[in-house]
C-alpha cells in the first residue's frame, strides 16, 4: 500500500538513488543527470533539484557530508544518504515497480473527448502524432544501438527498452484506430459526423 511521503516527486527517489554512489553537490547531480539522459524519464531542472534536496534533508533522508571548492567558486554543500534515506528508498522503489497505478496521460485524455473534432480532423491529427511518434522511436532505438556499442550493460537501458515498447503499443493503437475511422464498411464516420453536427455549435 502506498504511504505517505516528505516528497512525491520522482526527482526525489532519483536523487536518493544517486547518493547510493557518494556524496553529490545538487548542481553536481544536475550535470550528471544530464549527462545520464535522465531529463527523458524524470522532468527536473536546477531550481526543482535544490527544492527536493531541501525536502529530503528536512525528511531526515539525506544530510549535510561537507563541502567543496572548484577554483575561484564559492563553496559547495555536498549532500549523503542517510540510512533513513537508504531503506526510504528500498521501500519506495518497491513500491513503483509492484504496484500498477492509475496514471492520467494527456493523450488518453485527449482520446475521451475526440468526438469533439470531426472524423477528418481526428484522422488529420492522429497522422502528425504517428510521425511524432516514429521521430521519438527513431531517437530510443539510436540511443539504444550507440549505448549497446559502447559496451553499456542492458541493465542501465531498462527504460528506454520500455520506452521503445510503449511507442511500438502507440503507433499500432494509433494506426489501428485510424484504419477504424477510415473504414467505409462500419460506418463510423457517418455516425460521428452526425453527432458532431447534433453536439458541436
Known amino acids: 500500500m502506498s504511504r505517505n511521503r516528505s516528497t512525491a516527486n520522482l526527482l526525489g527517489l532519483a536523487v536518493l538513488s544517486y547518493l547510493t554512489q557518494g556524496p553529490r553537490h545538487p548542481y553536481e547531480l544536475s550535470r550528471e543527470m544530464r549527462g545520464h539522459g535522465d531529463e527523458r524519464s524524470i522532468k527536473f531542472n536546477h531550481g526543482s533539484l535544490y527544492m527536493v534536496f531541501q525536502q529530503l534533508t528536512k525528511a531526515g533522508f539525506i544530510e549535510p557530508a561537507g563541502s567543496s571548492r572548484e ?15 537508504r531503506t526510504e528508498l528500498g ?54 544501438e550507440q549505448a549497446d556499442a559502447d559496451g553499456v550493460h542492458p541493465l542501465f537501458l531498462v527504460e528506454e527498452e520500455y520506452r521503445r515498447a510503449q511507442l511500438d503499443a502507440d503507433i499500432a493503437f494509433t494506426e489501428r484506430f485510424i484504419a477504424r475511422i477510415e473504414d467505409p464498411d462500419n460506418g463510423w464516420a457517418p455516425q460521428w459526423n452526425e453527432f458532431h453536427r447534433r453536439h458541436t455549435p
Open 71 to 85: 577554483g575561484q567558486r564559492p563553496e559547495r554543500t555536498e549532500y549523503r544518504l542517510t540510512e533513513a534515506g
Open 91 to 144: 521501500v519506495w522503489l518497491n513500491e513503483l515497480v509492484a504496484e500498477p497505478r492509475h496514471e492520467y496521460p494527456s493523450y488518453v485524455a485527449a482520446l475521451s473527448l475526440i468526438a469533439a473534432l470531426t472524423p477528418t480532423e481526428a484522422v488529420a491529427a492522429l497522422r502528425r502524432r504517428l510521425e511524432g511518434l516514429a521521430r521519438q522511436r527513431a531517437e530510443a532505438v539510436a540511443l539504444i
